[in-house]
């Protein structure tokens, strides 16, 4: 990513997502993690189609 300047959370506005990255020794870029914007939705989708039930 060109705008990547130190460790940090990013919105790849691109990709639709929000991106962990790290800034590393000699400006070495290396994506961490990241999570979809309706990756929320996702959840509950899956949530209410899983076949295990709740603890508690």
Known sequence: ???VYKTDIYQ???K???E???V???ELR???SWLSWNA???YE???KNCLVEKAG
Do not use: C, D, Q
Request: hydrophobic content about 40%; aromatic content about 30%.
């Open 16 to 18: 639709k997502r929000w």
């Open 30 to 32: 290396i994506l961490v």
């Open 45 to 47: 989708t899956w949530e």
């Open 40 to 42: 929320f939705k996702e």
């Open 24 to 26: 590393g020794p000699n």
């Open 20 to 22: 962990y990255w790290y």
């Open 12 to 14: 790849n506005s691109a």
């Open 1 to 3: 990513m060109h705008y």
